[in-house]
C-alpha cells in the first residue's frame, strides 16, 4: 500500500494563508509536481480576471520549498527556511490563471551545491504549459538559520 503525499503546509515553513499550494501531486529523487486549483478563494484572485501571472513565479519558490521540505521529512529533520533568489526567464503565455483551472507546477533540480539550488519549472494546464522559469534558491545550513516554527505571511 503507498504512504499518503504529505500537505504543502506539512512541508514549507509558512503559515497560512501563505501555503499558496493546494496539494503535492508528486516526487521523484529531482523533481516535484504540485497543484493547485484556480477558484475565487485562491490568494490573490481578483473577480472578473482570476490569478495574475506573476504569482505564478511564488508557486514556482513554493514547489522548490517542497522539494527541500520532502528530502527534510525523508531524512527525518524539521522543515526549515529556503529563499528564493532569483528567476530567470519567466515566461507566461497569458496574463491570468482563470476561475475553474486546476494547475500543475513541476520543478525539476539542475543544479545543487553548498545551499545552492537551481531548478527548471513550469506550470501547466492539462494539456499545456503556460508558464516557464529557472529559479535560483538558497537553503542556509542549519547552524545559520534561527526558524523557531513557521513564518508568518
Not at 526549515?80 to 526567464?89: A, E, H, M, P, Y
Request: charge should be negative; charged fraction near 20%; glycine fraction near 8%.
Amino acid at each position: 500500500m503507498m504512504e499518503p503525499l504529505p500537505k504543502p503546509a506539512d512541508l514549507l515553513p509558512h503559515a497560512p494563508p501563505m501555503v499558496l499550494l493546494d496539494e503535492v501531486v508528486g516526487w521523484t529523487d529531482d523533481t516535484v509536481r504540485a497543484a493547485v486549483a484556480i477558484t475565487p478563494d485562491t490568494p490573490f484572485f481578483q473577480p472578473g480576471h482570476g490569478v495574475p501571472a506573476h504569482v505564478g513565479i511564488e508557486w514556482m519558490a513554493q514547489t522548490c520549498g517542497l522539494y527541500a521540505g520532502l528530502e527534510a521529512m525523508r531524512a527525518g529533520l524539521p522543515v526549515r527556511l529556503g529563499f528564493l533568489l532569483g528567476s530567470r526567464r519567466y515566461k507566461a503565455v497569458r496574463a491570468w490563471f482563470v476561475d475553474g483551472e486546476r494547475l500543475t507546477i513541476t520543478v525539476r533540480l539542475i543544479f545543487r551545491e553548498s545551499g545552492l539550488a537551481v531548478f527548471d519549472c513550469k506550470i501547466s494546464t492539462s494539456d499545456t504549459d503556460v508558464a516557464t522559469a529557472r529559479l535560483t534558491v538558497y537553503q542556509p545550513d542549519e547552524a545559520s538559520t534561527d526558524n523557531q516554527g513557521k513564518q508568518e505571511g
